[in-house]
Every structure is written in C-alpha cells, then in structure tokens.
C-alpha cells in the first residue's frame, strides 16, 4: 500500500544558498543539517534540500510512504516504472519514473 506524504525533495547545486531563501524569505525551520541535505519545515510541509550540483533529473521530487521499500520498488517496475540514480547524495539509491514521464519516490514508513 502507498500513503502520500507531506514532503518533496528539492534538488539545489548549494543546499546552504538555498537554505537561505527558504527559511529567512519563505520562513521555513531548519530541523538537521548535513553536507549534502537541510532538512526544514513549513507548517506540515518538510522541504529536503539536497546537494545536486550537476542535475540529472527533475529538481522537485515527491514521494510516498511504503512499508516496505524493495517490494515496492520491485512492484512499480513490473506496472512499468523506471528506476532514475538519485543523485552524488544517495549512491546507489533511486527514484522512480512512472510510466507517464512523473518522477518520484517511495520511503520506507509504517502506514498508519
């Protein structure tokens, strides 16, 4: 089962840059900082600012809460998804791309 959540991932060539506008323009909280993400929040809204200097792929990328991430995964690609490298962050890890060109993402989460 899929459960849409609340965040998008946006893909920034400088998180810090971004961080920015996002929290002193739109006043979004900071919640964590890595090098390579900034997490920061806006009400219900969680905003995941990732390092992507050289973009391979769309730079806004929702996603959905699964329990279990590589049964999704493997069940997506037979309805026809692709499987898109998400990015220098998260070697190894992917995105999906439906079979109508929208890109997006499954994290795994207990569905209540």
Same mark, same amino acid.
């Given at each position: ?36 993400? *900034?997490?920061?929040?806006?009400? @219900?809204?969680?905003?995941?600012? /990732? !390092? +992507? &200097? ?5 730079? %806004? ?22 499987? *898109?490298?998400?990015?220098?962050? @998260?070697?190894?890890?992917?995105? /999906? !791309? +439906? &079979? ?5 993402? %499954? ?6």
């Amino acid at each position: 089962s899929f459960a849409a959540n609340n965040e998008l991932a946006l893909h920034v060539p400088d998180p810090d840059a971004a961080e920015s506008f996002y929290a002193r323009v739109l006043g979004c909280e900071v919640v964590s900082r890595t090098p390579d993400c *900034i997490a920061l929040r806006s009400g @219900a809204l969680r905003l995941y600012l /990732l !390092r +992507d &200097p050289v973009l391979t792929h769309e730079q %806004v990328v929702p996603s959905f809460d699964v329990p279990d991430r590589a049964a999704a995964l493997a069940m997506l690609q037979a309805a026809g998804c692709t499987l *898109i490298p998400i990015g220098p962050h @998260a070697p190894g890890e992917h995105y /999906l !791309r +439906d &079979p109508h060109g929208i890109l997006f993402d %499954v994290i795994e989460r207990p569905i209540t």
